[in-house]
C-alpha cells in the first residue's frame, strides 16, 4: 500500500489561512487544535477547506512550499478555497 502524503488549507478563526504538509491529516488537524501547533494556537479553531493528495513526497512538499508563495497564494485564494 503506497502512503499519501497531504498538502492541506486551514481556515482559522478570524479568517486567515494556515498551509501545512502532513501524511495524517486526522492527527494533524487535532494536534493544532488541542494549542499543540505553535503558530496557530491563538487562532482556533481551525476548519479544514481544502486537501490535496500525493504518491510522491516530493511534488507534495512542492506544492506545499509553491502554496506559501505570493504567487501560490493568490492561485490558492482563486482556485482552492
Known amino acids: 500500500m503506497t502512503l499519501l502524503y497531504a498538502v492541506y488549507i486551514f481556515k482559522c478563526y478570524y479568517g486567515t489561512y494556515y498551509t501545512g504538509y502532513t501524511t495524517d ?21 481551525l476548519e479544514l477547506i481544502h486537501l490535496s493528495l500525493f ?16 504567487s501560490g497564494s493568490a492561485f490558492r485564494n482563486m482556485r482552492l478555497i
Open 25 to 45: 491529516i486526522d492527527k494533524r488537524l487535532m494536534s493544532h487544535n488541542k494549542g499543540d501547533v505553535h503558530y496557530t494556537k491563538d487562532k482556533l479553531p
Open 55 to 70: 504518491n510522491n513526497k516530493m511534488k507534495a512538499y512542492g506544492f506545499e512550499r509553491y502554496l506559501k508563495s505570493g
